[in-house]
């Protein structure tokens, strides 16, 4: 009796605790209120973000306007030369000699579920030789070739275990698997390592040889660019690979990760779905509204961008572009953007906001714009043709639940 008096009252309470569809995430008052108290140096309050206005991402530089996606895609490496010059750098270009070698190949893996494959990539120039691993697990039960998630781990490598003695969320590698995927990794260290002294001895020393020691052209490309040349390795490789449907291949980033999977999936068109989670300056979050991470704070990992970038400190309306000209240069492919909602620093409305600012590019190839206020709620997940975007609880991570949105996402884009 007294269970039938308060269930009204229990189904109200239960009711107030949840999202409400249509609603737009906000940031917790509290925690804005904690992080001006901790950061005071940054902005953490909306009503403090700065009038800006976003540079227009079908003018061209000349000031002509783009009306066509046939106009778009023939200056398309106009605005990708703008992000080399003065943001990423330039990757290396292709190798003298690149092949691939299978050190391991176990077709019963995870119990009989999948099939693991270890597979080294040697690149050689002049007479200097690099190589570095690749990761894949196809799962056994699926005909035909397979669609992989191509994961870029900025984190430790036991993350990526492919021994599976050693299982993480960051990597979920059996529910992937599970649900039919393919899914694999490469090590970002191994191709630059995270370091602001060490970060040439990989990709960038195969290539510039001792000239990496020295003194480097001011739009070198530096730890970002080479993560990114190493996923296009790793590209070359699922192209060859007869089980891998290279046509359906989603490259992931997180973090730092993130920053560089976007910017790898602008270079290389292969990647028919690129997926940043919680990348935030330097990655989804647009520059121009300098909330949490600003690029004077980003650029303290002087080991990351260009050295040309350094001059945008603390000039961020000046910039001639910002990042939703660089989700931009991902189109007509997909693109999904991923946030938490605790980690401001990243700015989940920022990189929410970049995508709707890709909109005008996308419209070129018929897809509805994305308005500000389509923002979603926390994990209601946001999907407008090739685009798709969600905010999860939690703090600075990729989730299993993170990991399981993008495969939605991906089976509404991969036919």
């Not at 917790?28 to 940054?42: C, F, G, I, S, T």
Request: charged share 25%; net charge negative; glycine share 8%.
């Amino acid at each position: 009796m007294y269970f039938k008096l308060l269930l009204p009252f229990l189904i109200v309470l239960y009711s107030s605790c949840q999202p409400v569809p249509g609603d737009s995430w906000e940031a917790d008052a509290e925690l804005v209120q904690q992080m001006e108290e901790e950061r005071p140096d940054y902005l953490w309050s909306e009503s403090d973000v700065p009038e800006y206005t976003l540079p227009d991402p079908l003018q061209k530089m000349d000031g002509t306007a783009i009306r066509t996606a046939d106009e778009w895609l023939s200056n398309r490496n106009n605005l990708l030369e703008l992000f080399r010059t003065e943001m990423y750098g330039r990757m290396p270009g292709l190798a003298d000699m690149t092949w691939f070698t299978v050190v391991t190949e176990d077709e019963a893996a995870m119990d009989g579920e999948a099939t693991l494959r270890r597979i080294t990539i040697h690149n050689v120039v002049d007479d200097r030789e690099h190589s570095f691993e690749l990761t894949l697990f196809l799962p056994n039960r699926v005909e035909g070739p397979t669609p992989v998630f191509l994961l870029m781990n900025n984190r430790s490598a036991e993350n990526t275990d492919p021994d599976r003695e050693t299982r993480s969320g960051f990597w979920p590698a059996e529910e992937v698997i599970a649900r039919g995927y393919g899914i694999a990794a490469i090590q970002n260290g191994d191709l630059a390592p995270d370091d602001e002294e060490t970060y040439t001895e990989g990709i960038i020393r195969l290539f510039e040889g001792d000239r990496a020691s020295g003194v480097r052209a001011t739009d070198a490309g530096k730890a970002l660019a080479a993560w990114g040349w190493g996923a296009s390795r790793a590209m070359d490789y699922l192209e060859s690979d007869e089980e891998v449907d290279a046509s359906k291949v989603a490259l992931i980033g997180h973090s730092r990760g993130g920053k560089a999977s976007l910017w790898a999936g602008a270079e290389d068109s292969r990647f028919s779905l690129v997926i940043s989670n919680e990348s935030g300056s330097g990655g989804a979050a647009l520059s121009r509204r300098q909330y949490g991470e600003t690029i004077r704070a980003v650029n303290r990992f002087t080991h990351w961008f260009a050295e040309n970038f350094q001059t945008w400190n603390g000039r961020e309306q000046e910039l001639p572009f910002d990042q939703h000209m660089l989700v931009s240069l991902i189109a007509p492919r997909a693109v999904y953007i991923a946030s938490a909602d605790e980690d401001l620093w990243a700015d989940p409305k920022g990189e929410f906001l970049s995508l709707v600012h890709s909109s005008p590019v996308y419209r070129l190839w018929g897809h509805s714009a994305i308005r500000p206020e389509e923002m979603p709620a926390l994990e209601e997940p946001f999907r407008s043709g090739p685009r798709g975007y969600h905010v999860r609880r939690g703090t600075h991570n990729l989730t299993p639940l993170d990991w399981n949105l993008f495969i939605d996402f991906a089976e509404t884009v991969w036919p």
